[in-house]
């Protein structure tokens, strides 16, 4: 095909190109997976962009699975509130797995011994063959254990950081709000008092009037049970009965 003009040429253009994506669409339809082992190995790989983090990470689809149900259990435990609480229980969860990771790793490095090495030094007993060869596997592997050694460490120290930022980031937060229902709660009683409506919203508060009268009864029970003799206090027996 001769192409005289740009007017022609982008037609040509465009005409190859439907007829190129239409191919690959063929090509994708009469696809049956990956042909080679490495291939397959490949597709055994599981890429996700994480929700909370928005970075992209790769794993087996078994070991994400297992970190996804780690790092969850952990993450809820930690009971963040906000973009920051999270980023920092994120992280937290993040060098618990990096740490289990790295255990597993200088375990695996001695089983690997065992199974390379087994056997050679007393044959004859098998506990001191194991011993000789946990021995053997230290002094080959030496700098390796010692280069995980301060991986661990290194994960350690950010763990630590990490969950103390947190945590003081959560005591502000309880310390804020506990100070805030406190003023919620005298405002909403001196409202009341004069037999007026309170709405916590007018002042900023997030709270309810229901839970802002929840704060105060416990408050008032919890300064009973402080000014309360229990020297003499029996517990009585309380019978469930079943639904």
Not at 40 to 53: D, E, F, K, P, Y
Not at 172 to 193: G, N, V
Request: charged residues 25%.
């Amino acid at each position: 095909m001769v192409v005289k003009n740009r007017q022609q040429a982008a037609r040509y253009l465009h005409m190859i190109s439907e007829k190129q994506l239409e191919a690959n669409r063929n090509n994708a339809l009469r696809s049956t997976g990956p042909k080679t082992e490495a291939g397959r190995n490949r597709s055994r790989l599981n890429a996700l962009r994480h929700g909370l983090t928005g970075q992209v990470t790769t794993m087996t689809d078994e070991d994400r699975a297992s970190h996804d149900e780690f790092s969850d259990a952990l993450i809820k435990d930690l009971a963040p509130e906000g973009a920051m609480e999270t980023q920092l229980a994120q992280r937290v969860a993040t060098d618990s797995w990096r740490l289990n990771r790295a255990s597993a790793i200088e375990e695996n490095l001695f089983a690997l011994g065992q199974l390379q090495n087994g056997g050679q030094a007393c044959p004859d007993v098998p506990q001191i063959d194991a011993a000789f060869t946990t021995a053997h596997v230290f002094t080959q592997e030496s700098k390796q254990l010692q280069l995980l050694t301060l991986y661990e460490q290194r994960i350690n120290r950010s763990l630590q950081k990490n969950l103390a930022m947190l945590q003081q980031l959560q005591a502000t937060r309880k310390a804020q709000h506990a100070a805030a229902m406190q003023e919620a709660a005298a405002l909403l009683k001196l409202s009341e008092m004069k037999g007026l409506e309170y709405l916590p919203t007018k002042d900023g508060f997030l709270f309810s009037t229901a839970q802002i009268h929840a704060a105060i009864d416990r408050d008032q029970r919890l300064r009973r049970a402080a000014t309360t003799d229990f020297s003499k206090f029996r517990p009585r027996n309380f019978h469930t009965q079943a639904a």
